[in-house]
Nanobody
Framework: QVQLVESGGGLVQPGGSLRLSCAAS????????MAWYRQAPGKQRELVAV???????SYADSVKGRFTISRENAKNTVLLQMNSLKPEDTAVYFC????????????WGQGTQVTVSS
């Protein structure tokens, strides 16, 4: 079916930047929503940012003004530009998408580690 492949995670110092990328592949008819979630050790998974097929975006208060979500529709890709990173941003980041193939379904990436530390 559909596969979400992530890249861009890693180690960065506080105040630094990273860009996460998630590319969807498969027999995709329509991607309605793409989003980034994150989960820190011992904490629940939380929504970080969402972008609709029309480009409407929404952000968690903790990242607003620092993170930017965008889409490259021709490549079925969602990006998360993360600036002014803080140690509190350390987590496994997951790509999520609502995609219609022959039916509507939810898809998740494998998760990529982001560590913000000096």
């Amino acid at each position: 079916q559909v596969q979400l492949v992530e890249s861009g995670g890693g180690l960065v110092q506080p105040g630094g930047s990273l860009r996460l990328s998630c590319a969807a592949s498969g027999d995709i008819f329509t991607i309605y929503v793409m989003a980034w979630y994150r989960q820190a050790p011992g904490k629940q998974r939380e929504l970080v940012a969402v972008i609709s097929s029309g480009g409407t975006t929404s952000y968690a208060d903790s990242v607003k003004g620092r993170f930017t979500i965008s889409r490259e529709n021709a490549k079925n890709t969602v990006l998360l530009q993360m600036n002014s990173l803080k140690p509190e941003d350390t987590a496994v980041y997951f790509c999520h998408a609502v995609i219609k193939t022959t039916a509507l379904a939810n898809y998740w990436g494998q998760g990529t580690q982001v560590t913000v530390s000096s």
